[in-house]
Nanobody, 122 residues
Framework: VQLVESGGGLVQAGGSLRLSCAAS???????MGWWRQAPGKEREFVAV???????YYGDSVKGRFTISRGSAKNTVDLQMNSLELEDTALYYC??????????????????WGQGTQVTVSS
């Protein structure tokens, strides 16, 4: 499965941005996630949309970010609101078949995109 992210860019703190992930396969066969990695930090779980349409979020983005199926076929979006400086990172789309207890485990995801950069400025 190939994953291609888009939508990253530069935004001011408090602003919004919408990322999109286009998959080369039927996303209904996979749990689709978003992760991010800031310079010098570990890759961090952001959100996952499971095959049963249940969504989970990392603690740092709850209430601000929303994961959803995109309007285009086989896409998954990440709507990011109330962006903070700490949200600056390279954002990755990922796919896998995941056990609930491992949704925030990097190794649970089989496929990864190349990432799209999000930079939040003050």
């Amino acid at each position: 499965v190939q994953l291609v992210e888009s939508g990253g860019g530069l935004v001011q703190a408090g602003g919004s941005l919408r990322l999109s992930c286009a998959a080369s396969a039927d996303i209904s066969d996979y749990d689709m996630g978003w992760w991010r990695q800031a310079p010098g930090k570990e890759r961090e779980f952001v959100a996952v949309l499971r095959r049963n349409n249940i969504k989970y979020y990392g603690d740092s983005v709850k209430g601000r970010f929303t994961i959803s199926r995109g309007s285009a076929k086989n896409t998954v979006d990440l709507q990011m609101n109330s962006l903070e400086l700490e949200d600056t990172a390279l954002y990755y789309c990922a796919a896998g078949s995941i056990i609930l207890s491992t949704i925030a485990r990097r190794a649970s995801y089989y496929y990864w995109g190349q990432g799209t950069q999000v930079t939040v400025s003050s």
